[in-house]
């Protein structure tokens, strides 16, 4: 991803926190938030219609989850996907990760990973909040940042 404005759709259904990313997004004069929606379906069919640079997605959205939304938005976009979510495990990382994400954030740590997280991923890299990078083996990560990097 080139160093120019990047265009990113936040879809997160809670609006107080969604608030948050955003302003945390906004420090940043190469980002710019073109859609905020609240539930999964809407978050496949503004992906759709925009064609962003980055999408950060919750997991738990209303309508269709964001592991659904992912799935959806990865038969017609090669955007980067990062998961911004509370939910936590090394399986459904592991999950994230196979669908294509690029990121994965717990939104306990938002407020410190976020920016590194977009940082890493515009760089071509993975990002996995710290507290959960010991859930997951390195090789896995190793194996899941090859295969998408030979992917775009």
Same mark, same amino acid.
């Given at each position: 991803?080139? *160093? !120019? ?10 609006? @107080?926190?969604?608030? +948050?990313?955003? *302003?945390?997004?906004? *420090? =940043?004069?190469? #980002? ?14 503004? /992906?759709?219609? +925009?064609? @962003? ?9 209303? $309508? ?5 939304? /992912? ?8 955007? =980067? ?6 939910? *936590?495990?090394?399986? +459904? ?14 939104? /306990?740590?938002? !407020? $410190?990973?976020?920016?590194? /997280? ?22 896995? #990560? $190793? ?10």
């Amino acid at each position: 991803m080139e *160093s !120019s404005l990047l265009s990113v759709l936040v879809a997160e259904d809670f609006i @107080p926190f969604r608030s +948050l990313i955003c *302003s945390i997004l906004a *420090s =940043r004069v190469n #980002l710019q938030v073109i859609c905020e929606v609240g539930d999964g379906l809407e978050a496949v069919q503004k /992906a759709k219609e +925009l064609r @962003p640079d980055l999408i950060l997605l919750d997991i738990g959205l209303p $309508t269709l989850d964001g592991m659904s939304a /992912a799935r959806e938005i990865g038969k017609f976009s090669k955007c =980067r996907i990062i998961f911004v979510t509370q939910q *936590s495990g090394a399986d +459904l990382i592991q999950e994230a990760l196979a669908l294509g994400a690029w990121g994965y954030v717990v939104k /306990a740590r938002a !407020s $410190t990973d976020l920016l590194a /997280a977009v940082d890493a991923v515009c760089n071509g890299g993975q990002f996995v909040s710290g507290e959960l990078q010991s859930e997951l083996s390195t090789a896995s #990560l $190793t194996a899941n940042v090859t295969k998408r990097q030979t992917e775009t």
